[in-house]
Each structure stands twice: as C-alpha cells, then as structure tokens.
C-alpha cells in the first residue's frame, strides 16, 4: 500500500490491485488525458480535494503500474485452473471480444472476424432456449395459447372474406333472368309470367328453367330464373320482384322451386298475395293472380332434412351467424376438398393412401365452377341453409289465395332421395292444405330422386302439361273489331 496524507492529516490509502495485460490495456487512461471537469464534483469521490495532489495520486498510481509492468517475466508456474483459462483466452495481441466491447470510453471499431465464434454463437442459441423454456413453464402460456389459436383462425376468416368480396364475389342481391326476349304485351297474346328457382349449392334455377321450357313456357310466357348473386338478404327478392311487376304488369304468375327453391318461391307468393292478391285494375281484373306452385323435393323445416344433411345445415348456420363471417374463396376450397375425401383419400393413420388426380382434378373443379367470379359464395350457401331453418310452413301457406294449386314432386321411392325426407313432408302439405283450403296434387316420378327436374325433364313435363290448371287467360283470345 502507498499512503497519501489528506489536508486533514488522515492518510489515504491506494489499494495496488494486481491486473491482467488485457484488463490494463482495456482500462489504463493515456497520460495526456484531460481531467473531466466532472472531477471537481463532490459526487465523483465524496471529498473535494486540490488539483495539485490528485495530480501526485495519478503519478503514484502511474509508477506503480509502470513497476508491475517491468517484473521479472519468470514467475511462479499458476495453477491447473489459472492455466486452463489462460489457454482459453487469445494470443497475446488479440483483445477478447467482450473486453472491447465493456471498455469505457469511445467505443472501438471491433472486425467482423472478432465476433464470429462458434463459441458466442452457442452461448446465444442456449440463453435463447433457457428463456422460451421460462416462458412455457409459467402458467399462462397455455392460457395464451388458446386465446391465440381463435383469434388467429378468425382473423384468417374475416381477411378471407374480405379479400373474396372484393376479388371473387363482388356483393349483390338477386336478379331475374329471361330465358327468351318474348314480351307478349302484343294484343290477344296470353300475359303469364314463369320463375323458377334453384335448390341449395346452386347459383339460380336456369338448368331446370331450360329443361321445363317445353311445359312451362309458350309464345306468350316469359320465362325468368331467379339467379341468387352472392347471398340471399331480407326483402331483396320481394323489392326485385315488385321492379320487375312494375315493368312487365303479368296478369298470371306461375312459380317453381327445386329443394330449397321451393322455400324461396312460398314466400314470394305470400308477399304477391299480400302486395297484389284480391286488387282490381283498370279493367277490373284482378292484377295479378298465382295460378299455380310447383315445389320439387322442398323440405318444409330443418328437420326435414335427413340427418347429415340437417347436422351439417345447423352447424354452419349457427356458427357462421355467431362470427358473422362465412370466410372466402379460400375457406370454400378447404371445405369442398375436404368433404369430398373420401374420392382422393383411401385408408387411415398410419396406413394412408394419396391419389394425386383425383385430388388434382377435385380441386380445378372447385376453382371451376365454386371460387370464380359467377361461383357459389360461402355466404349464398350459409344463406340457403338459414332459408331452410327459418322458413314457417303455417304463417306461409296461410296467406296462400285458397285457389292456388300446389303441386308437390317426390320421388316414387321417398328413400331415393337422401337429401330431404319427403316421407315427411308429404302428410305435412296434406295437413296444410286440409288446415287452408288449398288445392294440393302429390306427384310420385318412377326413377325419380332428389330435385331430378333437370335430369328427368320428359316425365316433369308430362305431368305439368297434364296438371296444368286451366285459367282465363288460357282461353282463345277473340279478334280485336
């Protein structure tokens, strides 16, 4: 120790702390250093004290490293433990690199080559894995986890959604679509206007609309489908419809809806009923009158749905209304693929078997007719099942005029079709029609399935030219004077 007397008479002590070569190079202050007026504060040392002997305590302090430098190089040989770190550490030259960077003062330009050690590297990569293991041992990580994993999912969905409406499946409501230019508004020509309706996963009514042509339509009916767009919205048919009166002024309104269809064109009648039934024109008939209701395997509730179907219907209802989302283009994808595995997909774990063409070919199928711009939206098909599960049977056909006909299509067979339970229907429309006073023909088609209109289209022809009701305009029309 080298003592140093204060102003006060008490000697200050300097302690001679034995430093590495590294640690002196790191550290030491170069003698042409400025003392930082810093210095002067009490804080720095707890004691004010003349700049003269500061100066004599960094003499004193440079001399004794200047003796601890100039000692004998032959010293005792260190211990297993001292050599084994001086080993460690780099040549003589070579400053480690945490040395550089913890030395004070400016900091030093440090080479790439420096800090690129294997061993750094590892140190990292096991301090990276202690702190995620830290974080999934305490107690909330699982409870992170499963907020995550829902909010990730609905996000994909909302995002989905977005992206389709705008890219794929622009928003718009329902339309109706001529098969033919023919306006009978000439004199004498009969004035019946036909829609027919498509079932569910369908875009409109056009192929059974094409394939009833020859029964339904004639030289002087007009002949529309009704074309969906990308989603069923309240009041939208109604309000279309109402246009499409006030443009053409129809006297007769035939109405003809394929499984779900069906569902859709009984409301549109109760609301011409409501709108049109039992008002006069000009010329003192009636404005507009529905002479007759073809419904072709329509259910009349979701439990008229056979099982899978009814589960499956009341399982996206229900979620899609409780997210308020029904996803997009890419969500449709991964569910039509999905419910179609078992067509590329043989087997089960651990034993699997791929069929990539069928996979291959299921997918352009879906990209063809599903995800393109005139395809079935995931929010037209979440629409048609909430038809179905919100349609009311009594409230509808109450407001039915008592001289409508209904004319109900089943298969021969009920168990031939595996969409809807048309065994129970049929005693349900009995009980209506007996209730209301309406007229009601049930229509068992031999070979028939479900909604097979397109498909069978002679024997539903036959039967709509035998069953056809016989109205006032169906008479000759007489030779204008």
Excluded: C
Aim: proline share 9%; net charge positive.
């Amino acid at each position: 120790m080298t003592g140093l007397r204060r102003p006060g008479g008490t000697p200050r002590r300097v302690p001679q702390r034995s430093r590495s070569p590294d640690t002196q190079a790191a550290t030491r202050v170069p003698d042409a250093e400025p003392v930082s007026a810093a210095d002067d504060r009490p804080e720095a040392g707890g004691v004010v004290e003349p700049k003269a002997r500061r100066s004599a305590d960094t003499s004193l302090a440079r001399d004794a490293d200047g003796a601890r430098a100039a000692a004998p190089a032959t010293a005792a040989p260190a211990p297993a433990a001292t050599a084994s770190a001086d080993a460690e550490r780099p040549a003589a030259g070579t400053p480690r690199p945490d040395a550089l960077l913890l030395a004070p003062g400016p900091m030093a330009r440090v080479p790439v080559q420096t800090l690129d050690d294997p061993a750094l590297h590892e140190a990292r990569r096991r301090r990276k894995l202690a702190l995620r293991a830290r974080r999934r041992a305490r107690w909330w990580y699982p409870l992170r986890v499963l907020v995550w994993i829902p909010a990730l999912l609905l996000t994909a969905l909302y995002l989905d959604q977005s992206l389709s409406a705008a890219l794929i499946w622009p928003t718009q409501g329902a339309t109706f679509v001529p098969l033919d230019q023919n306006t009978g508004t000439a004199p004498g020509q009969r004035d019946r206007m036909v829609i027919v309706a498509g079932g569910l996963n369908t875009k409109s009514g056009l192929s059974a609309a094409s394939a009833l042509a020859p029964s339904l339509g004639d030289a002087g009916t007009r002949l529309f489908s009704l074309r969906y767009g990308n989603g069923i919205y309240d009041g939208d048919i109604d309000a279309k419809f109402d246009a499409l009166y006030q443009r053409l002024h129809p006297r007769e309104l035939v109405l003809f809806g394929s499984s779900m269809g069906g569902d859709v064109v009984l409301n549109l009648a109760a609301h011409v009923q409501a709108t049109y039934g039992g008002k006069d024109g000009p010329d003192g008939q009636p404005l507009l009158r529905i002479s007759a209701i073809y419904l072709d395997s329509t259910p009349l509730g979701p439990q008229d749905v056979r099982y899978e179907g009814r589960t499956k219907a009341t399982t996206i209802t229900d979620v899609t209304e409780a997210l308020n989302t029904e996803g997009g283009g890419l969500t449709r994808l991964l569910g039509e693929v999905i419910a179609t595995r078992d067509q590329w997909w043989q087997g089960g774990f651990p034993v699997m078997n791929l069929n990539v063409t069928p996979l291959r070919n299921k997918i352009a199928e879906v990209f063809r007719d599903k995800v393109t711009f005139g395809g079935i939206s995931t929010q037209l098909v979440a629409d048609q099942y909430g038809v179905i599960r919100r349609f009311d049977p009594a409230a509808t056909l109450s407001r039915l005029d008592p001289k409508t006909q209904i004319v109900y299509f089943m298969p021969l067979i009920p168990t031939n079709d595996h969409v809807i339970a048309v065994e129970r229907v049929e005693p349900q429309l009995i009980d209506y029609a007996r209730q209301f006073g309406l007229t009601l023909i049930v229509v068992p088609v031999k070979h028939g399935f479900h909604a097979a209109a397109a498909f069978l289209p002679d024997t539903y022809n036959a039967a709509i030219k035998a069953l056809r009701p016989v109205t006032e305009l169906d008479e000759p029309a007489q030779p204008p004077d």
